[in-house]
T-cell receptor, first 113, second 115 residues
Framework: DTGVSQDPRHKITKRGQNVTFRCDPI?????LYWYRQTLGQGPEFLTY????????KSRLLSDRFSAERPKGSFSTLEIQRTEQGDSAMYLC???????????FGPGTRLTVT | GENVEQHPSTLSVQEGDSAVIKCTYS??????FPWYKQELGKGPQLIID?????GEKKDQRIAVTLNKTAKHFSLHITETQPEDSAVYFC??????????????FGDGTTLTVKP
């Protein structure tokens, strides 16, 4: 069990560019979550997968955001036409079958200049 | 939707003292309440949790209590140590084990333990 991993850890991009983040959950965890965290705030839910099915999306997830989990293992989060307001820590968490616990990765810190 | 409020936002204690952080939630359907510790530059780490069918749970120096009627839950840390210094988040979640959905988080408490 190597824990949840995220790549990259840091990303600096210019406004208007597209970015993609990757999350590798704990092996065999069927649930995968994306959250966004800004300074001084708790994580805010973005979206949730059970296996490859995207079961819930937050209203925070505008049409510029898209997430996939094509084979029910790793997931990607893409932000198109980035804006300065997208600057935040993007956190991924995973959870096992029949359990409620969520285990977080180290996050990807996005800075939009 | 669910709303979680957390107090205090900052807490400073002397090493060896106890620390208490309190949270309230709004949705009576929430049935799982985890607590996370987040150190600078890291993701939140699950430290303890409690389910709605339990009133109290303890793990060494950490305990959590839940009052479903009042819709509040608390984290208690005894014999605090400098390494307990971090930001602590409470969260609330509803759903069954086979479909455990999103967590709603409080805004965090920055705990400082002075040596």
């Amino acid at each position: 069990d190597t824990g949840v991993s995220q790549d990259p850890r840091h990303k600096i991009t210019k406004r208007g560019q597209n970015v993609t983040f990757r999350c590798d959950p704990i092996s065999e965890h069927n649930r995968l979550y994306w959250y966004r965290q800004t300074l001084g705030q708790g994580p805010e839910f973005l979206t949730y997968f059970q296996n490859e099915a995207q079961l819930e999306k937050s209203r925070l997830l505008s049409d510029r955001f898209s997430a996939e989990r094509p084979k029910g293992s790793f997931s990607t989060l893409e932000i198109q036409r980035t804006e300065q307001g997208d600057s935040a820590m993007y956190l991924c968490a995973s959870g096992g079958t029949g359990a409620k616990e969520q285990y977080f990765g180290p996050g990807t810190r996005l800075t939009v200049t | 939707g669910e709303n979680v409020e957390q107090h205090p936002s900052t807490l400073s204690v002397q090493e060896g003292d106890s620390a208490v952080i309190k949270c309230t939630y709004s949705d009576s359907a929430s049935n799982y309440f985890p607590w996370y510790k987040q150190e600078l530059g890291k993701g939140p780490q699950l430290i303890i949790d409690i389910r709605s069918n339990v009133g109290e749970k303890k793990d060494q120096r950490i305990a959590v209590t839940l009052n479903k009627t009042a819709k509040h839950f608390s984290l208690h840390i005894t014999e605090t140590q400098p390494e307990d210094s971090a930001v602590y988040f409470c969260a609330a979640l509803k759903g069954h084990n086979t479909n455990a959905g999103k967590s709603t988080f409080g805004d965090g408490t920055t705990l400082t333990v002075k040596p």
